[in-house]
Antibody, heavy 119, light 107 residues
Framework: EVQLLESGGGLVQPGGSLRLSCAAS????????MTWVRQAPGKGLEWVSA????????YYADSVKGRFTITRDNSKDTLYLQMNSLRADDTAVYYC????????????WGQGTLVTVSS | DIQLTQSPSFLSASVGDRVTITCRAS??????LAWYLQRPGKAPKLLIC???TLQSGVPSRFSGSGSGTEFTLTVTSLQPEDFATYYC?????????FGQGTRLEIQ
């Protein structure tokens, strides 16, 4: 069974940094592109970032470009999201998800990790 | 960026009803559209990819159609577990985007 387990969320002050991790199991991790999607409290889904199977290609939403960095370690079956210069509007549940058979769709999601940016 | 507008934003229906949700794209996206269901406190679940292809394991009462700029998700014979929030998502070009969501509640 495919499982994605996010960790690393928590409370951080504005301007601070946080690194999220997503540990994958039950799949051949290095054959799947991955993505991060977030959801602010009571709001809809917002796509954040995506990374290719090798990590050689990365993509970002305009709202996080230049502040967030997506990476992966295929030897550890783990996806990361380094978040710098955090703002209050980055407060959200962050989900990692794997791409499905149709590229750009997300067929398996983690349970999410909450990031709260507040002083 | 491609904007997706869902209608309605809120829908009230009863078990056994048929409902339709529309997703309109700000520019043509071919059939590069997916639909997700999200129950409260849970992660989203992929229902339909490529506008009309049912994801494995998803009940056949769910169906999708459309191409270009207008898409629909139809649920026939609503079941209690279908009352949730539905999102469309385009994967035609980066940045990927989601619709604002349609909340389906029990009447």
């Amino acid at each position: 069974e495919v499982q994605l387990l996010e960790s690393g969320g928590g409370l951080v002050q504005p301007g601070g940094s946080l690194r999220l991790s997503c540990a994958a199991s039950g799949l051949t991790f290095n054959t799947h592109a991955m993505t991060w999607v977030r959801q602010a409290p009571g709001k809809g889904l917002e796509w954040v970032s995506a990374i290719s199977t090798t990590g050689g290609s990365t993509y970002y939403a305009d709202s996080v470009k230049g502040r967030f960095t997506i990476t992966r370690d295929n030897s550890k079956d783990t996806l990361y999201l380094q978040m710098n210069s955090l703002r209050a509007d980055d407060t959200a549940v962050y989900y990692c998800a794997k791409w499905g058979a149709v590229a750009g769709t997300f067929d398996k999601w983690g349970q999410g990790t909450l990031v709260t940016v507040s002083s | 960026d491609i904007q997706l507008t869902q209608s309605p934003s809120f829908l009230s229906a009863s078990v056994g009803d048929r409902v339709t949700i529309t997703c309109r794209a700000s520019q043509g996206i071919s059939n590069s559209l997916a639909w997700y269901l999200q129950r409260p406190g849970k992660a989203p679940k992929l229902l339909i990819c490529a506008a009309s292809t049912l994801q494995s394991g998803v009940p056949s009462r769910f169906s999708g159609s459309g191409s270009g700029t207008e898409f629909t998700l139809t649920v026939t014979s609503l079941q209690p577990e279908d009352f949730a929030t539905y999102y469309c998502q385009q994967f035609f070009s980066y940045p990927f985007t989601f619709g604002q969501g349609t909340r389906l509640e029990i009447q």
